[in-house]
T-cell receptor, first 112, second 113 residues
Framework: DAKTTQPPSMDCAEGRAANLPCNHS???????VYWYRQIHSQGPQYIIH???NNETNEMASLIITEDRKSSTLILPHATLRDTAVYYC?????????????FGTGTRLQVFP | KAGVTQTPRYLIKTRGQQVTLSCSPI?????VSWYQQTPGQGLQFLFE???????NKGNFPGRFSGRQFSNSRSEMNVSTLELGDSALYLC????????????FGPGTRLTVT
């Protein structure tokens, strides 16, 4: 079972920041938080991941609370092309598995 | 470099038949994972292959099987198809190292009638 809880849907105005929350209260010390998104009828796309420090890349920022029980994915300037289902995944980094356990995700709708 | 490719993209089969789906990973990637996506169950892990060996397996019946070739290309097979096997089948490839980013293909949409 997925170890994360996300709101089923969110809306965001184009050009504004989209803040997508994720709860992972049972996360273990050696588990990372990963974010993927899936645009309609395409394969999921990796966005970002982190352990405990905040992370930023060209797509998004990831803010992880100090107790690591929740995190927020931030898309700083949402565009219509960011409309997708966003998945927050807790993943144990192991050399012998690539397995991802997807939850139900958050459907983000960006409107003009 | 070329992304993950899956063939065919669309497939229609009849109950009781069997089907083989193919996945070509990104060059240099040694790990290939397969997922099933349905409206009711979401994205579910089927199995993962690394260097021609099955490394992990999800909770699916034995009708679902796979293999990986020496060039890292992978196939999955579903025998005795059921209506409930209608789904988008996705494969993902990675270097196979701990925490390596996974790249997904566009998927094969299988419809069983």
């Amino acid at each position: 079972d997925a170890k994360t809880t996300q709101p089923p849907s969110m809306d965001c105005a184009e050009g504004r920041a989209a803040n997508l929350p994720c709860n992972h209260s049972t996360i273990s010390g050696n588990e990372y938080v990963y974010w993927y998104r899936q645009i309609h009828s395409q394969g999921p796309q990796y966005i970002i991941h982190g352990l405990k420090n905040n992370e930023t890349n060209e797509m998004a920022s990831l803010i992880i609370t100090e107790d690591r029980k929740s995190s927020t994915l931030i898309l700083p300037h949402a565009t219509l092309r960011d409309t997708a289902v966003y998945y927050c995944i807790v993943r144990l980094l192991s050399y012998n598995t690539d397995k991802l356990i997807f939850g139900t995700g958050t459907r983000l709708q960006v409107f003009p | 470099k070329a992304g993950v490719t899956q063939t065919p993209r669309y497939l229609i089969k009849t109950r009781g038949q069997q089907v083989t789906l193919s996945c070509s990973p990104i060059s240099g990637h040694r790990s290939v994972s397969w997922y099933q996506q349905t409206p009711g169950q979401g994205l579910q892990f089927l199995f993962e292959y690394f260097s021609e060996t099955q490394r992990n397996k999800g909770n699916f019946p034995g009708r679902f099987s796979g293999r990986q070739f020496s060039n890292s290309r992978s196939e999955m097979n579903v025998s005795t198809l059921e209506l409930g096997d209608s789904a988008l089948y996705l494969c993902a490839s990675s270097l196979g190292l701990a925490g390596a980013e996974q790249y997904f293909g566009p998927g094969t949409r299988l419809t069983v009638t």
